[in-house]
C-alpha cells in the first residue's frame, strides 16, 4: 500500500517527511511542473513515477523509459525519486543523466526505447521542477494523459508488481552530438554567438556550432544553476538584450540563444535586432520552401499572421494550420498533418523529415538558421529580416493569474469577443474580421491588426501577445484594447513584462 497523496503539507514536519505531496495544478495541459517543497516534495516525485509506470501498462505500452535532468541544483534527486517510483511500478529505467529535453527525445530512437520522462522546469524560475513525459515517439503527453495521470497518482491506485530495472547510459551526449554533426560543414564562415543563460545547453550548443564550421563566441555557457545573470528564457527581454550586445561587440553574424533545457532557441541579427522566433519562422518556412515546394507547416495562434499572408509563401504553394500553442499539441499537429515543419512563437521549432524526427530541439533550430545563412551567401541576418514584410509584434506578455481562475477568466474573455463581434460591436477601433478559438481567443480587426489571450499551459499566467501590419500605433492601441478587457478581472496581476 502506497499512502494517498496530499494536496498541502508543511516542510520540516513529520507529515512532510512521510507523506507524498502532489499539488493538483502541477499536472498541466502536456507536461507537468511544481514548486519543489512548496507544491511537491520528493515522495511526492516517488508517487509520480508510480502512476507513470502504472499509466504506461494500462496504455499497453512496453514498460521501458528514458530519463535524463536538466542542470538545477535539486533535478538529480528529484530525477532518482521518480526512478524510484518507475521501478517499483516494474519498468526497464534507461538513465542517460544530465541532457537537454531534445537530447531524451532522441535517446527514445537512438536506444528504440518507447517511452520518455525528463526531469526540467525548461525555463521556469529557479524553484520549480517538472516532468515532460511520453509513451508515443515523437510524440508527449497530452490533455488526456494527463489528466489520468493525475487520476492515478491522486488517488494512489498504482500497480506495484515491481519487476523494474535500472541501467545508466554513459556518454550518451556524444550519441546525440554525433548525430546532429554527421553533415557537411558549412561553407561561409559565421560568427555565432551561442548564449545559453548558464543552463544545460551550455554544455553542448558551442560544440555542436563549432563541429558544422561556425566561429563560436560563448555567452553564459558556464552551467550555473543559479542562473547568476538570467533566466534562459529565450522570450525574456533581458536575455535577448544581452545576445544583442555581444552580438554588436564581437560583430557576429548572428546570436542563437537556447532555453534552460535546449529545447528552445532566440535569434538576435548580425545588427543587434531581436528578432522574434514567429518571425524567423516565416524566414526559415521560406528558406525550406524554396527546397520543398507545396509544403504543409503548422504554426501556432501567437504567431506573426505573415504565415497567411507572405507573398514568398503563397508563390512557393505552403499551406498554413494555425493550431493551439504548446509543444505537444504543436508536435501533433506537425505528425498528423505530415508537416514539414512547425512554429511557435516560443522558441519551439519541430523538423520532420528530412529535417528532424519531428520533435523540438533548439539545436536542430539553431543548425537550421545556419544553413538558411549558408544558402544566402550574399545576405545578412538582417537582410532577410528586412526582405520579410514590416509588421510591428510585441513579445510574449504574461500577466499574473492563479492556476485555479486562469481558465474560468479565458473562457470569460472568449465568450465577452464572442458576443461583440455576434453584435457587429467595434474592438480597438473597428470591426472585428475574425476570432480563433482553438487555443483562448485570437481577434483580428479589419486592418489585419491582432490580439490574443490564452492561459499559459506551465505557469499561473496569462498569455497575451498583440500584432500590427499598419503601425506600432496600431499595435499598442490593441494591446490597450485587450488590457482594458483582463483589467475588468480583479484576478488578473502585474505583467513579466510589456510593450
Excluded at 524510484?84 to 519498468?91: H, I, N
Excluded at 521542477?129 to 495521470?149: D, H, I, Q, S, Y
Aim: hydrophobic letters at 40%; proline letters at 5%.
Amino acid at each position: 500500500m502506497y499512502p494517498t497523496p496530499k494536496p498541502s503539507l508543511k516542510p520540516n514536519t513529520y507529515a512532510y517527511e512521510s507523506t507524498p505531496l502532489v499539488k493538483p495544478t502541477g499536472f498541466r495541459e502536456y507536461d507537468a511542473r511544481w514548486l519543489l517543497e512548496k507544491e511537491i516534495n520528493l515522495m511526492g516525485v516517488q508517487a509520480l513515477g508510480l502512476g507513470l509506470g502504472t499509466l504506461i501498462k494500462e496504455m499497453g505500452v512496453k514498460p521501458e523509459i528514458v530519463t535524463g535532468h536538466d542542470f538545477r541544483g535539486y533535478s538529480a534527486s528529484v530525477k532518482m525519486a521518480l526512478v524510484s517510483g518507475l521501478l517499483a511500478a516494474g519498468c526497464k529505467v534507461h538513465d542517460i543523466g544530465l541532457c537537454i529535453t531534445p537530447m531524451a527525445y532522441f535517446a527514445q530512437f537512438d536506444l528504440d526505447v518507447p517511452c520518455v520522462a525528463m526531469v526540467t522546469a525548461s525555463h521556469n524560475d529557479n524553484g520549480w521542477t517538472g516532468v515532460k513525459m511520453g509513451a508515443n515517439r515523437p510524440l508527449t503527453f497530452g490533455p488526456k494523459e494527463m489528466t489520468r495521470l493525475k487520476e492515478i497518482v491522486l488517488a494512489a491506485k498504482f500497480d506495484l508488481s515491481g519487476g523494474g530495472s535500472y541501467v545508466f547510459v554513459e556518454n550518451f551526449p556524444e550519441r546525440y552530438i554525433a548525430d546532429l554533426t554527421k553533415r557537411p560543414k558549412i561553407k561561409r564562415k559565421l560568427k555565432v554567438v551561442a548564449a545559453c543563460g548558464n543552463g544545460t545547453a551550455g554544455a553542448f550548443a558551442p560544440r555542436i556550432l563549432e563541429a558544422i564550421g561556425c566561429e563560436v563566441v560563448p555567452l553564459d555557457c558556464e552551467l550555473d544553476h543559479t542562473f547568476p545573470r538570467y533566466n534562459p528564457n529565450t522570450e525574456d527581454m533581458k536575455m535577448l538584450h544581452a545576445m544583442r550586445d555581444a552580438v554588436l561587440m564581437h560583430k557576429a553574424d548572428v546570436a542563437l540563444g537556447f532555453d534552460g533545457d535546449g529545447d528552445r532557441c532566440g535569434v538576435v541579427d548580425n545588427e543587434g535586432e531581436e528578432i522574434f522566433a514567429d518571425k524567423v519562422g516565416v524566414m526559415l518556412a521560406r528558406d525550406m520552401s524554396a527546397l520543398h515546394k507545396n509544403s504543409t507547416f503548422v504554426v501556432d495562434v501567437k504567431s506573426t499572421g505573415l504565415f497567411l499572408t507572405d507573398p514568398v509563401l503563397k508563390a512557393n504553394g505552403v499551406k498554413v494550420d494555425y493550431w493551439k500553442t504548446g509543444h505537444s499539441y504543436i508536435k501533433r499537429r506537425v505528425n498528423e498533418l505530415g508537416a514539414v515543419a512547425g512554429f511557435e512563437k516560443s522558441g519551439h521549432f519541430f523538423f520532420n523529415k528530412p529535417f528532424g524526427r519531428g520533435y523540438d530541439d533548439g539545436m536542430i533550430f539553431g543548425l537550421a538558421v545556419c544553413d538558411m545563412l549558408d544558402r544566402s551567401p550574399d545576405k545578412t541576418m538582417a537582410d532577410l529580416r528586412k526582405a520579410l514584410p514590416k509588421t510591428w509584434g510585441s513579445p510574449t506578455m504574461a500577466p499574473h493569474c492563479d492556476d485555479e481562475k486562469k481558465y474560468g477568466i479565458v473562457d470569460a474573455v472568449v465568450k465577452h469577443f464572442e458576443e461583440l463581434k455576434k453584435d457587429g460591436m467595434r474592438f480597438a477601433s473597428q470591426p472585428i474580421r475574425d476570432l480563433v478559438t482553438v487555443n483562448g481567443v485570437r481577434v483580428t480587426v479589419e486592418d489585419g491588426t491582432w490580439g490574443l489571450v490564452r492561459a499559459s499551459s506551465n505557469k499561473p499566467e496569462l498569455v497575451v501577445v498583440v500584432e500590427s501590419p499598419v503601425s506600432e500605433a496600431r499595435m499598442r492601441e490593441m494591446f490597450k484594447a485587450v488590457d482594458d478587457v483582463l483589467r475588468k478581472y480583479p484576478d488578473v496581476g502585474e505583467y513579466n513584462q510589456t510593450i
